[in-house]
Nanobody
Framework: QVQLVESGGGLVQAGGSLRLSCVAS??????????VGWFRQAPGKEREFVAA?????FYAGSVKGRFTISRDNAKNTVYLQMNSLKSEDTAVYYC?????????????????WGQGTQVAVSS
């Protein structure tokens, strides 16, 4: 069982930066054994993959080069550093955890989800 809590969202101007955090409390398995992904959902749109960390890191094309995902297993935390933010990055951002290492861009593989944190980018 894993509980995830996101934080770090807020309002920022276009071109600015934010760092999201996802803190996990896990029982039965160590946090490092989970793949962790970030997804986002904008109003009126479907949830979409942003980035994930498993044995490697993966990024959606729309954020590659601007966002960086990292993890600190000692702190049970995964970060999403978001730079050069654009208005189209505005969404609720969710972190999720999966027990597998594959298909991490597919939200169906994730069993655990946080409550989300709002990111708003003003142009």
């Amino acid at each position: 069982q894993v509980q995830l809590v996101e934080s770090g969202g807020g309002l920022v101007q276009a071109g600015g930066s934010l760092r999201l955090s996802c803190v996990a409390s896990a029982s039965g398995r160590t946090f490092s054994s989970y793949s962790v992904g970030w997804f986002r959902q904008a109003p009126g749109k479907e949830r979409e993959f942003v980035a994930a960390v498993s044995r490697s890191t993966f990024y959606a094309g729309s954020v590659k080069g601007r966002f960086t995902i990292s993890r600190d297993n000692a702190k049970n935390t995964v970060y999403l550093q978001m730079n050069s933010l654009k208005s189209e990055d505005t969404a609720v951002y969710y972190c999720a955890a999966a027990t597998g290492w594959n298909n991490v861009a597919n939200d169906n593989v994730y069993s655990y989800w946080g409550q989300g944190t709002q990111v708003a980018v003003s142009s």
